[in-house]
């Protein structure tokens, strides 16, 4: 590979890790034709990139990022490396990983990941990372705490309203 081509990869590279908030690092080594071909088709139906490159590129794409992947250097990006990327939600790849291995794969192993800049590393960060919320998630949640005491207080307040009116007609009888 000449050095305009590592170039080239490397921008584009740049390029993904810029616009993609979350990514994975995965080894896919010793996998099958047929289970690469089956992982990078559940990839795309889940809206994850998924690309194979050379670490040392990785690693120069990165160290262009504002981020300190160094972390990386002594673990995810050894032997053979995967990039899972996606911007919809820091979970996806996680239990994209697991739900592939349901059908009694090993690989891939996650390498590690990056949520927000927040470094992840090694396979026993995967069933936390399976459990991060999405963004909409937590809104979601943080939205039904929030509704929940106003709708408390007005179901309260229609079902007192209705007993006081009935104490007010019961007293209006009462004097007749």
Request: one cysteine or more.
């Amino acid at each position: 590979m000449t050095r305009e081509e590592k170039a080239v990869i490397i921008d584009r590279l740049k390029e993904k890790f810029a616009n993609n908030t979350f990514f994975y690092i995965a080894d896919a080594s010793g996998m099958s034709v047929n289970d690469t071909n089956r992982f990078r088709r559940l990839c795309f139906d889940k809206g994850v990139e998924y690309v194979v490159v050379k670490n040392s590129l990785i690693k120069k794409a990165l160290e262009t990022t504002g981020t300190d992947y160094t972390p990386f250097n002594e673990t995810a990006l050894k032997g053979f490396s995967g990039v899972m990327l996606t911007n919809e939600a820091g979970n996806i790849p996680a239990k994209l990983l697991q739900e592939f291995r349901k059908g009694g794969n090993k690989k891939p192993l996650l390498k590690g990941a990056s949520i927000d800049g927040s470094l992840f590393i090694g396979e026993e960060s995967l069933e936390t990372l399976s459990k991060v919320k999405s963004r909409l998630e937590m809104i979601a949640q943080l939205l039904g705490t929030i509704q929940s005491p106003g709708k408390s207080l007005a179901s309260a307040l229609q079902s007192s309203s209705s007993k006081i009116a009935g104490v007010f007609k019961t007293l209006e009888e009462i004097k007749s």
